[in-house]
């Protein structure tokens, strides 16, 4: 199929990737327009523009598409179909037209479970257990299109947001894959009005944690905080980042630390403990391997 590609981070270049081993001729991919960044502030492409560019790729990052200029571009190049997957930019009625079969999204959720902006954050935060991707036909509502194709998967206990993107990306990536063999035979269905919940942008103010709540919150918190923005705390005066955790048997005071063959901190109900966590200015690393070096103090 002739296909138009919108995306931008690196959850959108695996799907790229697919679909350019799938055979799919790509007319264009749209993306993020480069932004200032590194030390010296330059221009940087996003992750979707340096790998099509390195594909032979053409690319085009508008900075909006409301433009009746814009629109005729887009509508010009004439695709069966647009794959849209974390582009960043509203699609206006006249771009989810044009393509013929509409565009299609991937949407890493079980809609309508966890519309919005940060579904992986939110899965791992909430406790879910399982989550997955749809393959969504686009329409003007945020995320409320009808499912063509939906593919679950497991969260595990000590799962974070960073190892549940690459794990979605990837079956993002061949769900697409195979809804495009059989886009002619799929059944569009509609998303129920029952168990809509909104994935809202995480907050850099949540990462901070309250060690007076249960285990199992902060270790949630935790783990669906990483990498980024992390959770954290003040310890000895430094501002640590916690990157990944699991509840404990301990039963030890709110904030109190102990040490043993790892790194292990009371909270309001049981304890957590410790698995990965970053010092100020330094890699992160396996709590064991931190402890060689450092003695904190015995509570946060």
């Not at 409301?66 to 004439?78: I, P, R």
């Not at 699609?91 to 037209?97: A, C, G, K």
């Not at 195979?178 to 942008?201: M, R």
Request: aromatic share 4%; proline share 8%; hydrophobic share 40%.
């Amino acid at each position: 199929m002739r296909i138009i590609f919108m995306g931008s981070p690196d959850f959108s270049v695996p799907v790229l990737d697919a679909l350019v081993r799938a055979g799919h001729e790509i007319a264009c991919v749209y993306c993020q327009p480069p932004r200032p960044a590194g030390r010296g502030k330059n221009d940087r492409p996003t992750p979707v523009q340096a790998r099509a560019e390195v594909l032979g790729l053409p690319v085009r990052h508008p900075v909006s598409l409301k433009g009746a200029d814009e629109q005729a571009d887009f509508a010009a190049l004439k695709a069966d179909a647009a794959v849209v997957v974390a582009y960043g930019l509203l699609l206006p009625q006249s771009i989810l037209d044009a393509p013929e079969h509409g565009c299609l999204n991937i949407h890493a959720s079980l809609l309508p479970r966890w519309r919005g902006a940060a579904p992986i954050h939110r899965a791992i935060m909430a406790g879910d257990r399982r989550t997955g991707v749809c393959i969504m036909q686009m329409e003007a509502g945020l995320d409320t299109g009808p499912v063509l194709l939906r593919r679950e998967a497991e969260i595990g206990a000590t799962e974070t947001t960073g190892d549940l993107h690459d794990r979605l990306s990837a079956l993002g990536a061949r769900a697409i894959v195979e809804a495009l063999a059989a886009l002619d035979q799929l059944e569009p269905e509609p998303q129920p009005e029952q168990g809509v919940s909104y994935a809202t942008k995480v907050d850099k103010a949540e990462a901070r944690v309250d060690w007076g709540r249960t285990s199992a919150e902060i270790v949630r918190q935790i783990n669906g905080l990483s990498p980024f923005p992390g959770a954290w705390s003040e310890i000895g005066g430094e501002r640590v980042k916690f990157l990944r955790a699991r509840a404990s048997d301990g039963d030890l005071p709110a904030g109190q630390i102990a040490i043993d063959d790892g790194l292990q901190i009371g909270a309001g109900q049981g304890a957590v403990r410790i698995l990965e966590l970053q010092r100020p200015g330094r890699r992160p690393a396996p709590a064991s391997d931190v402890l060689k070096g450092w003695q904190p103090p015995q509570s946060v």
